[in-house]
């Protein structure tokens, strides 16, 4: 059988994939038993779960090392350093980690991320990187729904988008409402 790579670009036997599979493994495990010094019980954890614990134990350098060694994406990368860095509870780092770069992967999963570990005072931090249409959406998850009809407001569709905070504040709270109505015919 023959199977297309993404990688080279090219086609290689089933047998050939197989093979070189297994020494990826092999050299994880190597780095992995090399790593159990600092680290304890990583070794057979899948590249993901170890570049994972690797920052959460702020082990940089060496999550660094097997990203390049083991040709992680960046875009993949920085998805598993934010989410390790929010579990860690990290947020210094994760505030530097934001600023080192253009993130490949936006701004949005830095701000779910620090929701998902219920900081609400740092996922603010991020949301102002967001397209406004995403801020919007952000803000109410924050519980903002003031500032996102501020951002509802500058905003092209502005009509859909306070449509959508209205609906999520609900008929109920009547002051919120005409709060964020007056923002809407202050536009």
Do not use: H
């Amino acid at each position: 059988a023959v199977v297309s790579t993404q990688s080279t670009g090219g086609t290689i036997s089933k047998d050939n994939l197989e093979s070189q599979l297994t020494l990826e493994q092999v050299a994880l495990i190597k780095r992995q038993e090399g790593l159990n010094s600092k680290v304890s019980g990583i070794t057979g954890m899948n590249l993901n779960e170890t570049v994972d614990l690797l920052i959460q134990r702020a082990l940089f350098a060496e999550a660094e090392g097997l990203r390049k060694e083991f040709k992680l994406s960046d875009r993949k990368f920085w998805w598993l350093k934010v989410r390790a860095l929010t579990k860690a509870r990290n947020w210094s780092e994760l505030e530097k980690f934001a600023k080192s770069k253009k993130s490949p992967i936006g701004y949005k999963p830095f701000v779910d991320a620090c929701l998902e570990n219920n900081n609400k005072g740092e996922a603010v931090k991020y949301v102002e990187k967001l397209p406004r249409e995403q801020q919007v959406d952000s803000y109410m998850d924050l519980d903002m729904p003031e500032k996102a009809g501020e951002i509802a407001r500058l905003s092209r569709g502005s009509e859909e988008l306070f449509d959508r905070i209205l609906s999520q504040i609900g008929p109920q709270n009547t002051v919120l409402r005409d709060r964020i109505n007056a923002i809407r015919n202050n536009s």
